[in-house]
């Protein structure tokens, strides 16, 4: 079966501190991957898809950018992380985009 | 452009009440459909999904859906809601362009004993 790994569940980082956030997917091959961001009441952003190895798509600009040096890693990172980039972020993959998706635990990242 | 409406954000019922969470889409075609729940910090769990066939879906946990194309809705329903329900419901609905599912904002709800 196909699991989904994310990791830490929570961080805490001061403002202009880099990030690195990362995401595996084990038991399926060549996955879609996608990094979200919840904020309240904001729903889901969609921040970066990867359909491939090498392959990123960012849906918005942002201080964040998005890496998949292996198939099933996905890493979300920043340089230099602002305030604004406080919020819950989803890691999901699926196997098309008009199937279901699967989301791991989420990260909790607090810039202080 | 393909859009998900929630148009309720917060929704409270009585324990053991019926609930109803709605949901619109826009859509071009026959779109693949999709109700997820997501307890407080965590991800988020697929309760159900319309691909075609039959229009009213069952999911998990008593959950059930109708998918009404002709008011472009795909409503989320259980007789009795307990309050281990309370959490965010997504609706979302497949990308043509060939990136992520849509979702909608969300609906938080709470139940009241």
């Known amino acids: 079966s196909q699991t989904i790994h994310q990791w830490p569940a929570t961080l805490v980082q001061p403002v202009g501190s880099p990030l690195s956030l990362e995401c595996t997917v084990e038991g399926t091959s060549n996955p879609n991957l996608y990094w979200y961001r919840q904020a309240a009441g904001r729903g889901l952003q969609l921040l970066f898809y990867?359909?491939?190895?090498?392959?990123i798509s960012s849906e918005v600009p942002q201080n964040l950018s998005a890496s998949r040096p292996q198939d099933r890693q996905f890493i979300l990172s920043s340089k230099k992380l602002l305030l604004s980039d406080s919020g819950f972020y989803l890691c999901?993959?699926?196997?098309?985009?008009?199937?279901?998706?699967?989301f791991g635990q989420g990260t909790r990242l607090t810039v202080v | 452009a393909q859009s998900v409406t929630q148009p309720d954000i917060h929704i409270t019922v009585s324990e053991g009440a019926s609930l109803e969470l709605r949901c619109n889409y826009s859509?071009?075609?026959?779109?693949?459909l999709f109700w997820y729940v997501q307890s407080p910090g965590q991800g988020l769990q697929l309760l159900l999904k319309?691909?075609?066939?039959?229009?009213l879906v069952q999911g998990i946990k008593g959950f059930e859906a109708e998918f009404k194309r002709s008011q472009s809705s795909f409503n989320l329903r259980k007789p009795s809601v307990h309050w281990s329900d309370a959490a965010e419901y997504f609706c979302?609905?497949?990308?043509?362009?060939?990136?992520?599912?849509?979702f909608g904002k969300g609906t938080t709800l709470s139940v009241s004993s």
């Open positions: 979302a609905v497949g990308n043509q362009a060939g990136t992520a599912l849509i």
């Open positions: 859509y071009g075609a026959t779109p693949y």
């Open positions: 999901a993959w699926d196997w098309d985009s008009n199937t279901e998706a699967f």
């Open positions: 319309y691909f075609s066939g039959d229009t």
């Open positions: 990867s359909v491939g190895i090498g392959q």
